[in-house]
């Protein structure tokens, strides 16, 4: 089952803070057997918190960026994260761009009368258009995730597997999250966008930037000479 970061992994987080730890040291540190540490530590870096080499761990950058963040942006990340873990990945039988992919989404969700509410990149470029998006990324709730699935296959789709290309991203959620409309699609809040960017990193951290200067949130960066011109 997926799960928000627990009280073992923030005390992980924190020791690395430090430095680079080896598994036995943070065993120590942390007062659990080395066989939970080495658990946890797969964990961590299964979501991109910690990098693992040779027995000796690091903060990866998305967790020295997040740690210097402001409280309420980190439990918000953390939050989001949580959320994205659970995602369906489909790929649509002709090729056809992202807009078209959108346009699929709106329509089972009206004829159907199934929640969505787009988000991350997708949502992010519908607010800015900053950054072509590469697919059509939405939530929906995890009680309508078979009927999205059977309306998305009789249209062509098949789903794909986790790190394929994918036409058509869907996170399933208990609760879709609030929507705005922008032009008739419903699309999370920008204060959203912002943290699904910081807890994506990659293109998302660009997102990120530009919704910044709407949201006067400041980003602190490890190297902000290389992304200066993003927000100029």
Request: hydrophobic share 40%.
């Amino acid at each position: 089952m997926v799960k928000n970061l627990d009280d073992l992994e923030f005390s992980i987080l924190f020791y690395l803070q430090e430095g680079t730890q080896r598994i036995r040291t943070l065993s120590s540190l942390v007062g659990v057997p080395m066989s939970t540490v080495y658990r946890k530590i797969g964990e961590l870096e299964e979501r991109n918190w910690v990098n693992v080499r040779n027995r000796e761990v690091s903060l990866s950058e998305k967790a020295v960026l997040l740690l210097k963040q402001k409280f309420e942006v980190v439990v918000g990340v953390i939050h989001v994260e949580h959320q994205m873990l659970n995602k369906i990945l489909l790929k649509a039988s002709q090729p056809s761009g992202w807009e078209q992919q959108i346009k699929v989404v709106v329509e089972i969700s009206e004829s159907e009368s199934l929640d969505y509410a787009i988000a991350a990149e997708t949502a992010a470029y519908l607010y800015t258009g900053y950054q072509t998006p590469s697919a059509c990324i939405a939530y929906i709730r995890e009680k309508d995730k078979k009927t999205w699935i059977q309306f998305l296959k009789e249209r062509g789709y098949r789903q794909n597997s986790e790190g394929e290309l994918a036409d058509i991203v869907l996170f399933s959620v208990r609760s879709v999250p609030q929507t705005i409309s922008l032009n008739g699609v419903k699309c999370v809040s920008r204060k959203r966008v912002f943290l699904e960017g910081l807890s994506l990193m990659g293109r998302g951290l660009l997102d990120s930037l530009v919704i910044s200067k709407s949201l006067e949130e400041r980003i602190f960066l490890t190297v902000p000479e290389e992304l200066t011109d993003v927000v100029a």
